[in-house]
């Protein structure tokens, strides 16, 4: 099994949409998943958004081959549409201090 970092949204504790997942960098370095115009094939509504939208974000490691993967922040960036048309985003961000 490569390693991965892997992030799923959740309606509170219900999974809902798709899992992105990306091979680590081989160094230090930043992991993007999903983007501007990617709903994760969810349904994304501004209640959801605003209410109990969860992101569980984690990282598999390569076992057979000795991969250790580690996690020290992560970033969410929320992209809307304003009822004016507007685009906005929003990033909220975790240290995890590891």
């Not at 984690?58 to 685009?87: C, F, K, M, Q, W």
């Amino acid at each position: 099994m490569a390693a991965s970092i892997n992030a799923k949204l959740y309606d509170g504790v219900t999974e809902i949409g798709a899992v992105r997942s990306a091979a680590p960098p081989g160094t230090l370095g930043d992991v993007n998943l999903g983007g501007a115009s990617d709903l994760w094939g969810a349904a994304l509504t501004s209640a959801l958004v605003n209410g109990s939208l969860r992101v569980g974000v984690y990282a598999a490691a390569d076992l057979l081959n000795d991969y250790d993967v580690d996690v020290d922040s992560i970033g969410v960036t929320v992209h809307y549409t304003e009822p004016s048309g507007t685009r906005r985003s929003i990033t909220l961000g975790l240290g995890l201090g590891l």
